[in-house]
């Protein structure tokens, strides 16, 4: 029989996964309990960063559909599960890696799916949720109301929407598209919605 504390912390753990917008997996190695405070606290109230089991983490996974991560769960592992913004705490993790090398980013999970490092790295390397809306407002500035709609979303979602509209001025001729600055899967529906406003923005 499973103990109640071991029970207890998979439920916590499934728990976070669920009500998490992202996670970022890391590895941890030589960090004191002061630098894992330092990281907690540069993450503020949007993220915390939870140190657990490997057997613990697989487990609660499981129990919240998230996977994808076991390849992931290797040597002493600490997830930071993300409720607010994902570029900004992907930003934080990503700075404090480069800052103490005794911390790795292994990867994460966001909008359904796994995440490699890279893709990680990526998300930290968006422009901030600030710059990208102005970007797309200004290209949308014929479809307000579309616009206004997407002051409230994720800069990862605004970032794929940019790329898909950038994208498709290059196919018809405009300026190359930045890539650097969106994740490479932008979703179809994205190109969907950028349409309709580069079609009113033109007219």
Same mark, same amino acid.
């Given at each position: 029989m499973?103990?109640?504390?071991k029970?207890?912390?998979?439920?916590? +753990?499934?728990n976070?996964?669920?009500?998490?917008?992202a996670?970022v997996?890391t590895?941890?190695r030589g960090l004191?309990?002061?630098?894992?405070? /330092? !990281?907690r606290?540069?993450l &503020?109230d949007?993220?915390? %960063?939870?140190?657990a089991k490997?057997?613990?983490?697989?487990?609660?996974?499981?129990d919240?559909?998230? /996977?994808?991560?076991d &390849?992931?769960?290797a040597?002493?592992?600490g997830?930071? %599960? +993300?409720? &607010? @913004? #994902?570029?900004?705490? *992907?930003?934080?993790i990503k700075? %404090?890696? =480069?800052?103490n090398?005794g911390?790795? +980013?292994? &990867?994460?999970?966001?909008?359904?799916?796994? !995440?490699?490092?890279?893709?990680?790295?990526?998300?930290?390397?968006?422009?901030?949720r600030?710059?990208?809306?102005? =970007?797309?407002?200004? *290209?949308?500035? *014929?479809?307000?109301? =579309?616009?206004?709609g997407? %002051?409230?979303?994720?800069?990862?979602?605004v970032a794929?929407?940019?790329q898909?509209?950038?994208?498709?001025?290059?196919?018809e001729?405009?300026?190359?598209a930045?890539s650097?600055?969106?994740?490479?899967?932008a #979703?179809?529906?994205?190109?969907?919605?950028?349409?309709?406003a @580069?079609?009113?923005?033109?007219?």
């Amino acid at each position: 029989m499973a103990r109640p504390d071991k029970v207890a912390a998979v439920d916590e +753990i499934a728990n976070r996964f669920r009500d998490a917008s992202a996670s970022v997996v890391t590895e941890y190695r030589g960090l004191s309990v002061a630098k894992l405070t /330092q !990281l907690r606290r540069d993450l &503020g109230d949007d993220a915390s %960063f939870r140190v657990a089991k490997n057997t613990l983490v697989k487990r609660a996974a499981d129990d919240a559909g998230v /996977q994808g991560l076991d &390849g992931l769960l290797a040597g002493p592992t600490g997830i930071a %599960f +993300i409720k &607010g @913004e #994902p570029v900004d705490a *992907a930003k934080t993790i990503k700075k %404090f890696a =480069k800052d103490n090398p005794g911390l790795t +980013i292994k &990867g994460g999970y966001m909008d359904g799916r796994a !995440l490699s490092t890279a893709e990680v790295e990526q998300l930290a390397d968006l422009e901030s949720r600030e710059v990208l809306l102005a =970007k797309l407002a200004g *290209a949308m500035k *014929a479809n307000l109301s =579309k616009a206004a709609g997407l %002051f409230a979303a994720p800069a990862s979602q605004v970032a794929r929407m940019t790329q898909a509209l950038a994208d498709k001025k290059a196919a018809e001729g405009g300026a190359p598209a930045p890539s650097d600055d969106a994740p490479a899967d932008a #979703p179809s529906e994205a190109a969907e919605a950028a349409a309709p406003a @580069e079609a009113s923005a033109e007219s």
